[in-house]
């Protein structure tokens, strides 16, 4: 167990629809990144929030949308699904607001279908 | 644009050997590099990294190598074991841009008994 949790582990829904995963970071982590691994390819960046605040994006689409509480865990939003929204969302944790020498701790990830 | 890319999507190696993997990057203003572990069903796992600072790093039979002028880097892992199967992820950290870690595709060792 890495510490960090994230819930659902999978989850399948039909195009159009509107889905939220979870995220709780590791305890004392403030940072969040979220990370989409499509078929066999590798981790892209998504978007970051550190203490509440959004520190940084890559790419992450319109439709997507993510936020972190207070508890600083953080949920991500994805809207209007697309078959090609499915994926492994990852979530990762850190303490300060930048990657060190230590990486980051990955959550288990949700396993997202789209039908 | 993959600016770190990991150009053999998989390797196999008999247990007792060196399993080396490697790594390419684009981006001069890289300045450490990780590698991650994954097994089946889980999150990754750090494994070990390097800042540009370095050329090598070790950690009991994982070894980092880092050449800058060739914008590579590679994993060695010796003796290979067959727990070392899973997709190994290199990972680079952009200074000043937004110093979050851009990972390639990945290579799966497959470890043989």
């Known amino acids: 167990d890495s510490g960090v949790t994230q819930t659902p582990k999978h989850l399948i829904t039909a195009t159009g629809q509107r889905v939220t995963l979870r995220c709780s970071p590791r305890?004392?982590?403030?940072?969040v990144y979220w990370y989409q691994q499509s078929l066999d390819q590798g981790l892209q960046f998504l978007i970051q929030?550190?203490?509440?605040?959004?520190?940084a994006k890559g790419n992450i689409l319109e439709r997507f949308s993510a936020q972190q509480f207070p508890d600083l865990h953080s949920e991500l939003n994805l809207s209007s699904l697309e078959l090609g929204d499915s994926a492994l969302y990852f979530c990762a944790s850190s303490v300060e607001s930048h990657a060190t020498l230590d990486g980051y701790t990955f959550g288990s990830g949700t396993r997202l279908t789209v039908v | 644009d993959q600016q770190v890319k990991q150009n053999s999507p998989s390797l196999s190696v008999q247990e007792g050997r060196i399993s080396i993997l490697n790594c390419d990057y684009t981006n001069s203003m890289f300045d450490y590099f990780l590698w991650y572990k994954k097994y089946p069903a889980e999150g990754p796992t750090f494994l070990i990294s390097i800042s540009s600072i370095k050329d090598k790093n070790e950690d009991g039979r994982f070894t980092v190598f880092l050449n800058k002028s060739a914008k590579h880097l590679s994993l060695h892992i010796v003796p290979s074991q067959p727990g070392d199967s899973a997709v190994y992820f290199c990972?680079?950290?952009?200074?000043?841009?937004?110093?979050?870690?851009?990972f390639g595709g990945g290579t799966r060792l497959m470890v043989k008994p």
């Open positions: 929030y550190y203490n509440g605040e959004e520190r």
């Open positions: 305890s004392g982590d403030l940072s």
């Open positions: 990972a680079a950290r952009t200074v000043n841009a937004g110093n979050m870690l851009t």
